[in-house]
């Protein structure tokens, strides 16, 4: 049986809309499938593609949607799929990726050819500004969680919430900005979550590491099994960069 799982890249879309989208697509696809997130929350590829194979499917066809989707990721996303592969059963199931929606010249003329909803736009001064954007929050702690796609194929969405939750349940809810972000760079490490102003980073794997990680490092300071051996960030330049640095 053929299952497809579509993909969407879309960091600053709420989890209710992404549900809509969701919902959507699977009520008007006719075969089986399956929708999911690439960044920042949702489930995520593995779980889906886990679930495909415990339904029966015998081929599954990934399948990116997104005008234009991301490069890096269409050159990632096969990739991760055939590390997934390698821990399955020997041929139980084949996988696939379907070709960007971009390359479909039929779909782009119908989108640009769509009749459409537009709302009217009045002016507006300082309409790019907001309330509460003027100046940083004031907090002792910045915690960037990287929720980009390989730390979120690593589990990082189910780590947001509860560590939101611990640092309030720890009373720094006030003295704390926590940030999630795209990719952070080391992501063979991730899920990563980076600690400011000490620049340590840490890789946090399940709610245990994250209640550890608060204790350990927002409440008593103290150095943690968790913390990745980083130097910490921004490291200081090394004598000959200072230098060329100086020269340039
Ligand atoms: S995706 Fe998290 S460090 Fe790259």
């Not at 599954?60 to 096969?78: A, E, N, Y």
């Not at 020997?90 to 479909?104: G, M, P």
Request: hydrophobic share 40%.
């Amino acid at each position: 049986m053929q299952f497809e799982i579509f993909l969407v890249s879309a960091s600053y879309v709420s989890n209710r809309k992404f549900a809509a989208l969701a919902e959507t697509l699977v009520a008007a696809k006719e075969t089986p499938c399956d929708v999911v997130r690439l960044e920042h929350q949702g489930d995520h590829m593995f779980n889906a593609l886990d679930r495909a194979l415990a339904n029966g499917a015998t081929r599954v066809v990934l399948r990116p949607i997104g005008i234009p989707f991301s490069q890096s990721l269409r050159k990632w996303v096969p990739n991760a799929a055939a590390d997934w592969l390698t821990r399955q059963p020997a041929h139980q199931v084949k996988l696939a990726i379907a070709a960007d929606l971009d390359e479909d010249q039929e779909l782009l003329k119908l989108v640009a050819n769509r009749p459409y909803r537009a709302e009217q736009i009045a002016p507006k001064i300082d309409g790019m500004n907001g309330k509460g954007w003027d100046e940083p929050p004031v907090y002792e702690h910045h915690l960037l969680v990287c929720t980009g796609p390989r730390c979120h194929m690593r589990g990082s969405f189910g780590l947001l919430e509860p560590l939101k939750a611990a640092v309030q349940q720890a009373g720094l809810g006030s003295k704390c900005l926590i940030a999630s972000t795209g990719c952070l760079f080391p992501c063979n490490n991730g899920p990563v979550v980076v600690h400011y102003p000490k620049g340590d980073w840490y890789q946090l794997n399940s709610e245990q590491d994250v209640a550890k990680f608060v204790d350990d490092v927002l409440i008593h300071q103290r150095t943690s099994p968790l913390r990745l051996p980083f130097a910490p960030t921004p490291a200081e330049p090394s004598p000959e960069k200072a230098m060329l640095h100086a020269n340039e």
